[in-house]
């Protein structure tokens, strides 16, 4: 049974840093795409990051515009886990956090910023910024 557990979240002030982590079980997801996606209250779950690797060590990552230059999403294949590092936050970076994963096999030239693309998901973490 796969499972994704999301850890790191908090309280951070305007400015500051947080970095989450994923920590997969059940499947090495070596060759699949996992993602970031956030919530804020009374809004729709939105795409933050993404990456995928397609059997090599390349990968491939993705942004937001939203999130470009201040976000970094990385893995570590030995733990089965992928990262979101998280600078500059700002208030509107509020949100529960959640980290998803694909079932199929990563595909380069494909975007993976659909909610519909992933197929497993973790519970979330709350990340909170005050300005």
């Known amino acids: 049974q796969v499972q994704l557990a999301e850890s790191g979240g908090g309280l951070v002030q305007s400015g500051g840093s947080l970095r989450l982590s994923c920590a997969a079980s059940?499947?090495?997801?070596?060759?699949?795409?996992m993602g970031w996606f956030r919530q804020a209250p009374g809004k729709e779950r939105e795409f933050v990051s993404r990456?995928?690797?397609?059997?090599?060590?390349?990968?491939?990552?993705d942004y937001a515009d939203s999130v470009k230059g201040r976000f970094t999403i990385s893995r570590d294949s030995a733990k089965n886990t992928v990262y979101l590092e998280m600078a500059v936050l700002k208030p509107d970076d509020t949100a529960v956090y959640y980290c998803?994963?694909?079932?199929?096999?990563?595909?380069?030239?494909?975007?993976?910023?659909?909610?519909?693309?992933?197929?497993?998901w973790g519970q979330g973490t709350q990340v909170t910024v005050s300005s």
């Open positions: 998803a994963a694909t079932d199929r096999y990563y595909r380069e030239g494909y975007t993976y910023r659909r909610v519909g693309d992933y197929t497993y």
């Open positions: 059940g499947r090495t997801f070596s060759n699949y795409a």
């Open positions: 990456i995928g690797w397609s059997g090599g060590s390349t990968s491939y990552a």
